[in-house]
């Protein structure tokens, strides 16, 4: 059974520190997704990460992959308060009758200035 | 492109009445997929398809239905609402491509309260 787990949940960072985001999954997956979320609001998506090795930056944010030790980072490089947000990563194992896309509990980023 | 549509956006209802929360998706994606998300949470997988015709449980089934009778619309029926159901529920949509570098897509949600 695919569980993910990320850590911490509550974050909170002055402006201008760097910080990580961990997601960990318990079995083989296709992809790893970073997601964002503001109150109130839908999910947007940030990454999406296909292969050992895989790493993705867009502006302060950048994400990377590690299949063999089943974890995804997010790295947040001098904060900004437009950061403040819910931040989770999913996995997923497609292909055949899979199809289950499942969701850590989130990280609550808190940006101060 | 609409994306993927939720509706409706928001909904009271009383304890043991019944809804279905509407969700159709205009991209052709064979994959669809109903959550939860409880206050403060993280999203829990009620339902997914993978496929018209085809639907699994997710982590959290009970209380729900669903049927997958198109590629475009995905169904999520609430039989006898209880307390316990007041959530926000996303519907999602993913592409069945598994080279292209593609991300699921998720509708507005839905707030429904149960009294």
């Known amino acids: 059974e695919l569980k993910v787990e990320q850590n911490p949940l509550f974050l909170s960072m002055q402006e201008g520190k760097n910080y990580t985001i961990y997601c960990n999954y318990s079995?083989?997956?296709?992809?790893l997704y970073w997601y964002r979320q503001d109150p109130g609001k839908s999910l947007e998506s940030l990454f999406v990460l296909l292969s050992n090795g895989a790493v993705k930056q867009e502006g302060r944010l950048m994400a990377s992959l590690d299949t063999k030790a089943r974890l995804s980072t997010l790295h947040i490089t001098a904060a900004v308060h437009d950061l403040s947000a819910t931040y989770f990563c999913a996995a997923t194992n497609y292909g055949g009758s899979q199809g289950n896309l499942i969701f850590g509990k989130g990280t609550k980023l808190s940006v101060k200035p | 492109n609409a994306g993927v549509t939720q509706t409706p956006k928001f909904r009271i209802l009383k304890i043991g009445q019944s809804m279905t929360l509407q969700c159709a998706q205009d991209?052709?994606?064979?994959?669809m997929y109903w959550y939860r998300q409880d206050p403060g949470m993280g999203l829990k997988l009620i339902y997914y398809?993978?496929?018209?015709?085809?639907?699994d449980k997710g982590e959290v089934p009970n209380g729900y239905n669903v049927s997958r009778s198109t590629t475009e619309d995905f169904p999520l029926r609430l039989e006898l609402a209880a307390p316990s159901q007041t959530s926000v529920y996303f519907c999602a949509s993913h592409p069945i491509d598994r080279i292209l570098n593609t991300e699921a897509f998720f509708g507005q949600g839905t707030r429904l309260t149960v009294v």
């Open positions: 079995t083989t997956s296709d992809r």
């Open positions: 991209m052709n994606h064979n994959y």
């Open positions: 398809s993978v496929g018209a015709g085809i639907t």
